[in-house]
């Protein structure tokens, strides 16, 4: 019933930016949280950045001032704005979202979308 939908992704050079997005969509009653993953090649999946349903994010150190969550609550959606992109910022990037349906929370995640910095 719930689905999340990313977009957003492609190749960028280094130092440039991208915006992500991942839209829920389905039987929501609540978002208690999103987020964003992200697993380069030969690493271990990274989280990323969250975001709570009181608007309070965290991000991982490697990200900090150079990345920004936020999401429209109206919409569903979130976003993970990337700046000063890196080539080690390369990786498949995924969206995950807690959601509660109006009878259980699930934990959801997106199809992921590829993010390439080139160098």
């Known amino acids: 019933q719930v689905q999340l939908v990313e977009s957003g992704g492609g190749l960028v050079q280094a130092g440039g930016s991208l915006r992500l997005s991942c839209a829920a969509s389905g039987s929501i009653f609540s978002i208690n949280s999103m987020g964003w993953y992200r697993q380069a090649p030969g690493k271990q999946r990274e989280l990323v950045a969250t975001i709570n349903n009181g608007g309070n994010t965290n991000l991982v150190d490697s990200v900090k001032g150079r990345f920004t969550i936020s999401r429209d609550v109206a919409k569903n959606t979130v976003y993970l704005q990337m700046n000063s992109l890196k080539p080690e910022d390369t990786a498949v990037y995924y969206c995950?979202?807690?959601?509660?349906?109006?009878?259980?929370?699930?934990?959801?995640w997106g199809q992921g979308t590829q993010v390439t910095v080139s160098s």
């Open positions: 995950n979202a807690i959601i509660n349906n109006g009878r259980y929370n699930g934990n959801y």
